[in-house]
């Protein structure tokens, strides 16, 4: 009887098993079927960046093959196995850099990532509009964006920011880590209580020439200063939800909640840190002991509290705590792979975008939320976006402002 009994929960065990893999493999079948309809949009990959800062042959595009596979997070067997339909490349200059200038980092930077999407003409095309997106999925190709990481680049000049856009820019983070003489960010003082009056200008600029106003980086006060001006909807390239990892990077609620009248899309982002709110506190407590990691104490508490890791997991409570208050319409995917030194464990390279829509169909996602997701929100919100510039065009010239103006 007890032998009888053991192999009927043996087989109970086998066929729950089996079901569970069949149900894995459905999920995972799903997720495929939306990217192959729908191209997956990221806001954010710094791959421009990693290739300025190779530790063989800095800035060398040629010698940065992406043809096979590179030391990053990034290349085109990867991007393929990760159904990566269109990608921001993120064209950063640090705000702390000291140089001849914010503007030569810059133009140097576009230059990296648009001859990085000439030398693969079989696999990447320059995008400047989301049609353009649209049209190279349906030719194989992943429609490229440059998207500038941070307004210092400006120098406080809005023919830089138009000449910027002439040569492909299509978002621009008002800010990086560094608050400007226009606008606070979220990891530097606040000397604005949000945007000046000529950081507005910025906006209304951006809104003329149909660039994306991107908010990640930006101190909640200049997030909420861009919503009252913005005309178009503005993105977060790469955050995530602070009601779940409670650093300044995230987006809070409040925030959120403007969205739907907005239009806005936040791109949730695989940083590590920005994810697990036990990693968070783990950083805090770690904080006390300083910088000297010698002391008894110190590797007595580093072997009682082992570093946590993200998780894909979070990942997606992340983004379903964003649908949860925004609404479906207003959430993507910003990875910022190539721009991380530590990874989600689930998701460590441009390949495993498949994992997350599998995990998230799991949850009951329907297609139509996977599609809006994957690619569709963003989409729409540059489209908006461009149909804005095409009626402000139409009444306001360039704008002549300065920052002393104000």
């Not at 569970?20 to 495929?32: G, H, P």
């Not at 093959?65 to 590179?70: S, V």
């Not at 001006?229 to 925030?255: G, K, M, Q, T, Y």
Request: proline fraction near 4%.
């Amino acid at each position: 009887m007890r032998t009888a009994t053991l192999c009927a929960l043996s087989l109970c065990l086998l066929f729950a098993g089996r079901a569970s893999a069949q149900q894995r493999d459905a999920n995972m079948e799903r997720a495929l079927r939306v990217l192959r309809s729908t191209p997956l949009v990221d806001g954010h990959n710094d791959l421009p960046w990693a290739i300025r800062e190779s530790g063989t042959r800095p800035r060398d595009v040629e010698a940065y093959d992406l043809r096979i596979r590179a030391a990053g997070h990034t290349d085109l067997e990867r991007l393929r196995q990760g159904r990566v339909g269109g990608q921001f490349w993120s064209v950063y200059v640090p705000g702390e850099a000291k140089d001849s200038g914010f503007a030569r980092l810059q133009l140097e930077q576009i230059d990296i990532a648009r001859r990085v999407i000439a030398k693969y003409p079989e696999r990447l095309a320059l995008a400047l509009t989301a049609g353009d997106v649209r049209r190279e999925f349906r030719r194989g190709r992943i429609g490229s964006v440059l998207g500038m990481e941070g307004g210092h680049v400006l120098e406080n000049s809005l023919g830089a920011l138009r000449a910027y856009y002439d040569l492909g820019a299509r978002y621009m983070t008002l800010t990086h880590n560094v608050t400007l003489d226009w606008a606070d960010a979220a990891l530097d003082s606040a000397r604005h209580g949000g945007l000046s009056a000529f950081g507005e200008e910025v906006v209304r600029e951006m809104n003329r020439l149909g660039m994306l106003v991107d908010l990640s980086h930006a101190s909640p006060a200049t997030m909420s200063d861009a919503l009252n001006v913005s005309e178009a909807p503005v993105i977060f390239s790469h955050s995530s939800a602070r009601a779940l990892a409670d650093v300044p990077r995230n987006v809070p609620d409040s925030i959120l909640r403007r969205l739907p009248a907005n239009g806005g899309v936040v791109m949730v982002t695989f940083v590590p840190g920005f994810i697990s709110q036990e990693l968070v506190d783990y950083g805090r407590a770690r904080r006390r002991f300083g910088s000297d990691t010698a002391t008894a104490e110190f590797r007595q508490w580093s072997s009682a509290n082992p570093r946590p890791r993200a998780t894909l997991s979070q990942v997606a409570d992340h983004i379903e705590h964003i649908r949860r208050v925004a609404g479906a319409d207003h959430v993507g995917i910003g990875g910022d792979f190539d721009g991380i030194s530590e990874v989600v464990l689930g998701l460590e390279d441009v390949s495993k975008y498949p994992a997350l829509f599998a995990e998230l169909a799991r949850r009951g996602w329907s297609d139509a939320d996977l599609r809006k997701l994957a690619g569709e929100n963003v989409l729409r919100a540059f489209e908006a976006a461009e149909a804005v510039s095409r009626r402000v065009r139409s009444t306001r010239p360039a704008s002549t402002k300065t920052i002393a103006d104000f």
